[in-house]
């Protein structure tokens, strides 16, 4: 599965110091054949300690962890949806990916000129979003006039329909994003077909920079109404240091946690922004191991075990006829197979199993 997140943002924001943080951490083509040639697209490890446990516990020959995507996308500046800079380039990479970090600049540095002449993370989140909100409502204005035909017929999906479009359209005018509707499961479809830009799950990326004032050690005005704006708008976020992040891509393992006492870092950004990422897009972890492979498998949650097998080969999903799972926890703490089937921990699953996160599994087909 090939899931990819939009790395977004104004100028001069850290957003490609980020990105090239984030390719550091690019696997090994070998293992992933479907990894693109693309400059501006990375795709990065999911840290996962449970997949190295699992590999030392097989006495792997490989350990293959899960990935995803993340986009470096051109730059945003005010009246991108009116095509204003490289705004209709930035608007079509945003359609392509599955999920938004929207990085915002919570930092003063008077060498790193802020394109609105001040920091201001709040009003930096209102300009992205509206840009977003603006090509949305030209979006469903423009699906509007398409189906006023049919609803002078008096065409009943048309009707179903001009109602999602009502709605769409009341909620973006009055500045909040498509994603703040709540949908029945038989509009959602009617909502899928729009491409929305603002229905895509956002992960803030509070990037902070060493050395300068960050507004979150300065506990000020604009932290409190960043943290209060977020809040209101139930949003997901991360802080990190893209800068230090970066510069600390090259150093070795034993030699870091030095440098990061030395930058007032300690906890690695980058590995919290993949793996919240991953929980941005629901997506859960299932794991095969063996003297051969230990690997990572990703799948969305609620996934069937025949879908999730479909993750590793289609074969397992349209032949799938049960599974052996334990989860890694209880395998690790059996000490092998052999003991975790006499306890009974390993259980066989048919086609209504519902994969978890942790769990390895046998397919059988």
């Known amino acids: 599965m090939s899931l ?43 840290p996962d300690a449970r997949l190295n446990q699992l590999s030392e516990f097989s006495k792997s020959e490989k350990t293959i962890p899960t990935a995803i995507e993340f986009v470096d996308i051109a730059g945003l500046v005010k009246g991108a949806s009116e095509g204003e800079g490289l705004g209709n380039q930035f608007l079509a990479n ?21 394109v609105h002449g001040e920091v201001e993370p709040t009003n930096d989140i209102e300009v992205i979003n509206l840009e977003l909100i ?22 009943k999906n048309a009707r179903a329909e001009e109602d ?4 769409l359209s009341q909620t973006l005018e009055s ?40 507004i979150d050690d300065e506990a000020g005005e604009r932290m409190k109404r960043l943290t209060d704006f977020l809040k209101r708008m139930n949003a997901k976020w991360v802080a990190v240091d893209a800068g230090v992040e970066h510069e600390l891509s090259d150093v070795g393992s034993e030699e870091k946690q030095t440098f990061r006492r030395e930058f007032g870092v300690m906890d690695d ?52 006829i049960r599974a052996e799972v334990i989860h890694c926890e209880k395998l690790l703490e ?19 199993y519902c994969v978890k996160d942790g769990d390895v599994i046998e397919f059988r087909i």
Do not use: Q
């Open 4 to 46: 990819s997140i939009g790395i977004v943002g104004l100028p001069n924001v850290g957003k490609s110091t980020l990105f090239n943080a984030l390719t550091k951490k690019a696997v090994p083509a070998e293992n992933f054949p479907f990894c693109t040639i693309d400059p501006s697209v990375g795709v990065v490890a999911v």
């Open 94 to 114: 945003i359609r392509e990916v599955d999920a938004i970090a929207e990085v915002v600049r919570i930092f003063d540095d008077t060498d790193i000129t802020h």
């Open 334 to 352: 059996a000490g092998s197979y052999a003991a975790a089937r006499e306890k009974g921990w390993v259980r066989t699953e048919g086609k209504t």
């Open 269 to 320: 950004g980058i590995d919290t922004l993949i793996r919240s990422g991953y929980e941005l897009l629901d997506l859960i972890t299932f794991f095969t191991t063996g003297k051969t492979e230990t690997r990572a498998w990703t799948v969305k949650r609620g996934s069937s075990a025949p879908t999730a097998g479909a993750a590793i080969h289609s074969d397992f999903r349209d032949t799938f």
């Open 164 to 167: 999602v479009l009502t709605r």
């Open 134 to 155: 603006m090509a949305d409502f030209a979006t469903v204005s423009k699906r509007y006039e398409n189906i006023k035909g049919d609803l002078k017929k008096g065409d």
């Open 175 to 214: 500045g909040k994003l498509a994603s703040s509707i709540e949908f029945s499961k038989e509009e959602l479809p009617i909502v899928r077909s729009l491409h929305l830009l603002s229905m895509k799950p956002i992960l803030y990326v509070l990037n902070k920079k060493s050395g300068s004032l960050n």
